[in-house]
Nanobody, 124 residues
Framework: QVQLVESGGGLVQPGESLRLSCAGSGSIFAIHDMAWYRQRPGKQRELIATITRGRSTNYASSMKGRFTISRDVAKNTVYLQMASLKPEDTAVYYC??????????????????WGQGTQVIVSS
């Protein structure tokens, strides 16, 4: 069983910063690409950024500048540092990862997993 669990969300005022974490646990052999998405009220889920196992990053064009994705491979954890938050950043933030699990001595399975989401509210 594999789980991704986000943490760090909450209520912040405009202009403040926040760091989200997402930790993988369970029968993980390796975590490959990881990503952060968000879903604003009444909107579709949108990509924020991705990061490879080698820590190469890619950001959605609209997300560049205030969001920074990073990861700790040893801790199976990905982070999202958010700065200068705005009310329109209010959303549920989700992490996503491609994860390999070992089925047997020489057999692996690679699947895509989502976390349950963490709510971020930016309001004065």
């Amino acid at each position: 069983q594999v789980q991704l669990v986000e943490s760090g969300g909450g209520l912040v005022q405009p202009g403040e910063s926040l760091r989200l974490s997402c930790a993988g646990s369970g029968s993980i052999f390796a975590i490959h690409d990881m990503a952060w998405y968000r879903q604003r009220p009444g909107k579709q889920r949108e990509l924020i950024a991705t990061i490879t196992r080698g820590r190469s990053t890619n950001y959605a064009s609209s997300m560049k500048g205030r969001f920074t994705i990073s990861r700790d491979v040893a801790k199976n954890t990905v982070y999202l540092q958010m700065a200068s938050l705005k009310p329109e950043d209010t959303a549920v933030y989700y992490c996503n990862a491609d994860i390999s699990t070992r089925l047997s001595v020489d057999s692996y399975s690679r699947n895509n997993y989502w976390g349950q989401g963490t709510q971020v509210i930016v309001s004065s």
